[in-house]
């Protein structure tokens, strides 16, 4: 069966420091991945989403940036973090489940900047 | 930009009774309505969906409403339970991207009083 891995599941950071968000996918191969924001009121915002390996797609302009070294590796990082950047962060697979696509999420990272 | 409005913010129902969530779009290139269900330090979960061709899909206790003249659709929860008590997502996206570019709404947190 297809897991979705998703770490650390807290993270406190400084604003300025650099952010390295890991997401791994087992079971299936050559997945389509994403990267989703959740802050306070916002609901779920797409940030990034990858069709394959190197291949990203970017929905919002912002401090961070995704990568897609391997075909189950997706990787969120930020250069500098942001007092904007805290937020619930989510790594999420497309799949197909009992004929309709849904999208399969991570257990989310809740990342904190101070 | 904010494709899919939803209300209310937040939700009290008393155990047995119905929850109702709404959703509104603009987009009438929009043709996939998932709903997602979140609880607590988890990633949200498809709950039910359902495409422009029919008015209603039911499972179980969850029902959605489907009203494509009025660009709306919406999730009636029937004899609420406090085990439902989480946050709930709207989402849409459209063709030619499809599933690409889900657009989720803002989330409704429900909380079923015993």
């Known amino acids: 069966s297809q897991t979705i891995h998703q770490w650390p599941a807290t993270l406190v950071q400084p604003v300025g420091s650099p952010l390295s968000l890991e997401c791994t996918v087992e079971?299936?191969?050559?997945?389509?991945l994403y990267w989703y924001r959740q802050a306070a009121g916002r609901g779920l915002q797409l940030l990034f989403y990858s069709v394959g390996i190197g291949q990203i797609s970017s929905e919002v302009p912002q401090n961070l940036s995704a990568s897609r070294p391997q075909d189950r590796q997706f990787i969120l990082s930020s250069k500098k973090l942001l007092l904007s950047d805290s937020g619930f962060y989510l790594c999420?697979?497309?799949?197909?489940?009992?004929?309709?696509?849904?999208?399969?999420f991570g257990s989310g990272t809740q990342l904190s900047v101070l | 930009q904010q494709q899919v409005k939803q209300s209310p913010q937040s939700l009290i129902v008393q155990k047995g009774g119905i929850s109702i969530i709404n959703c509104a779009y603009e987009?009438?290139?929009?043709?996939?309505f998932p709903w997602y269900q979140q609880f607590p330090g988890k990633g949200p979960a498809l709950l039910i969906a359902?495409?422009?061709?029919?008015s209603e899909k039911k499972e179980g206790r969850f029902t959605i409403s489907f009203n494509k003249s009025a660009k709306q659709f919406s999730l009636h929860i029937m004899d609420s339970q406090p085990g439902d008590s989480a946050t709930y997502f709207c989402a849409a996206s459209k063709a030619p991207t499809g599933f690409q570019k889900l657009v989720f709404g803002t989330g409704t947190r429900l909380l079923v009083s015993p």
């Open positions: 079971g299936t191969s050559n997945p389509n």
């Open positions: 359902i495409r422009p061709d029919v």
């Open positions: 999420a697979w497309r799949g197909i489940s009992k004929g309709s696509e849904k999208l399969f």
């Open positions: 987009n009438t290139a929009f043709d996939y």
